[in-house]
């Protein structure tokens, strides 16, 4: 069995959007880390990616050599204001079908890379405390920053808490 990966990581453009809205959906009706309630049209997720590459971000996708996009990870601003200028919030999502092969692990490791080449030095990521995705940060080198409680609404419809995480990719500029 081989190591090598059998899907290729690119850039998103506008031609994908349809797809990553697809996928963006699926997360969204069926599970907690959007933190939405209803999935936004493909209109909305256009505006995202616009905004998003008009700020000079990335945004990536992983899909088959040829064929559908199987996930996608973006970086967009953490908050508006000038302390938090080289700090971006990132946002991974896969399909369920490509979910195992590597690909969130993939798409963040060329995120990281990505918003380094854009002068961002930290990365950050609210997630629902217990997940997947949370085990994923952990192994990738992020650390807690903490916890807020009774946030998200769980499967159970109880409200379970946020884990919030960072990542430092490089020093402090300026």
Do not use: N
């Amino acid at each position: 069995m081989s190591d090598t990966p059998r899907f290729a990581l690119r850039d998103a453009g506008p031609e994908d959007i349809s797809q990553i809205a697809r996928i963006y959906a699926h997360h969204v009706l069926t599970g907690l880390a959007s933190f939405e309630d209803d999935p936004p049209d493909e209109d909305e997720m256009r505006r995202r990616y616009a905004d998003v590459r008009g700020r000079g971000l990335p945004w990536l996708i992983a899909c088959d050599p040829g064929g559908p996009v199987l996930g996608y990870a973006y970086a967009a601003p953490y908050r508006p204001r000038a302390a938090y200028r080289f700090a971006v919030e990132d946002s991974i999502y896969v399909t369920p079908e490509a979910a195992g092969r590597g690909i969130g692990r993939a798409l963040l490791a060329a995120l990281e890379a990505a918003a380094v080449d854009r002068g961002v030095s930290l990365l950050l990521v609210d997630l629902p405390s217990g997940s997947a995705a949370e085990q994923m940060c952990r192994r990738s080198g992020f650390r807690l920053v903490g916890q807020v409680p009774g946030f998200t609404r769980s499967a159970s419809g109880s409200f379970d808490p946020v884990s919030i995480y960072y990542r430092q990719l490089a020093p402090a500029a300026g």
